[in-house]
């Protein structure tokens, strides 16, 4: 298992916190971030999750600044997990022209298989795999219960 998230920032938000993470992700070999929305149950015993997938241009911070679905998350006893959309940072590659639907931001959670894309962007292993597997390692969620729910085409972030 990968070390602890390291935590960046953090809010209070309707009896929970707002928190915001970067790790160093193995399958996508570079540093991800996410944010986590912890309900005021989870204080005292594990709770199921919801992972936000964003849509293209959106990061880690888009749902939790604009969708206020805290306030039902903390009635429910539901913690939120949103992630960056694509990975980022020296090294990882991006579109040549710059172009917002491609490459860095892109928002497609798939494995990619051609170079030079190959080694950095596996964000359906990350979303599936890693991100699932550190949540549950470092956060106090229920095992089994958890939903992905997402928007299309940066929907968040107009």
Known sequence: MSHPP???N???CFGGTVEFYQHASET????MRFAVYSPPQAKLQPVPVLYYLAG???TEETFMIKAGAQRYAAEQGLMLVSLDT???GAGVPDDEAGAWDFGLG???YVNATASPW????HLYDYVVEELPALVAAHFPVQPIDR?????QWGDMGR
């Open 28 to 31: 996508c070999q570079c540093d």
């Open 86 to 88: 694509s990975p980022r």
């Open 6 to 8: 390291r935590l960046l």
């Open 106 to 108: 892109a928002g497609f």
């Open 147 to 151: 939903a992905f729910l997402g928007t």
């Open 10 to 12: 953090q809010h209070a």
């Open 56 to 58: 293209l241009t959106c």
């Open 118 to 121: 190959a080694q950095h962007y």
